[in-house]
């Protein structure tokens, strides 16, 4: 993890995830979480990353969960939550800069990253009450190129296993899924019109418009 930038490694525990007595799975209760995102792409696409992050948010037993978008905003790199619920629900909709969010070291690394007591170093973690413990997040991509984070917070003394990372890498799959077809249909309704996501640059490279939604 070299890529890491110095300041931010004293809040970097992935050791724990192999460390940690970690719980059984429960495959039956993920086909079911993951069957009904699936179901609510096909019937409710818009409701899809809300309904994806409630599933990684029970599988886990999380605080709260959401997807982070990486775009730009006035010209700076940034990450939109575009969905969050639990005790994040009330931050849905909050444009950080990518520098001061960990989905920004998540997005420079590219890799699955457990942090503990993130508010030490980032200023916008430090903001939020109740005090975020732990954060478990996980990239997803659309043509090799990272484009959000499936994100799972403890704000209590629930902490994270091994389990709860094979959990959120695989509904990060489906974040990806989700991603790229609500972008291609047009069906992906920013909660912030000012974002730019970085598929804009993705379908102007091939020569595509890019479906935009209105005002």
Not at 30 to 57: G, M, N, Q, Y
Request: net charge negative; with cysteine.
């Amino acid at each position: 993890m070299s890529a890491i930038p110095s300041p931010i490694r004293p809040v970097i525990a992935n050791r724990l995830l192999e460390e940690r007595p970690s719980r059984a799975p429960d495959y039956k209760a993920e086909v079911e979480a993951t069957t009904e995102v699936i179901k609510a792409l096909r019937e409710t696409p818009t409701t899809v990353l809300t309904k994806l992050s409630e599933a990684v948010r029970q599988l886990t037993d999380a605080d709260s969960a959401g997807v982070s978008l990486s775009g730009r905003n006035e010209g700076q790199q940034i990450f939109l939550w575009q969905a969050a619920v639990g005790l994040f629900e009330k931050y849905l909709g909050s444009v950080v800069i990518h520098k001061e969010s960990p989905c920004g070291c998540v997005l420079e690394t590219d890799t699955t990253l457990l942090m503990v007591d993130p508010g030490t170093v980032y200023k916008t973690a430090a903001q939020v009450e109740p005090p975020i413990r732990e954060a478990l997040l996980v990239p997803f991509h659309v043509d090799g190129r990272v484009v959000g984070t499936v994100w799972v917070i403890s704000q209590s003394s629930k902490t994270f296993d091994a389990e709860d990372a094979r959990l959120v890498t695989n509904i990060s799959e489906l974040a990806a899924l989700a991603y790229q077809t609500l972008v291609k249909l047009g069906d992906l309704e920013l909660l912030s019109k000012t974002v730019q996501l970085v598929a804009d640059s993705q379908f102007m490279e091939r020569g595509q418009p890019f479906p935009r939604q209105a005002a």
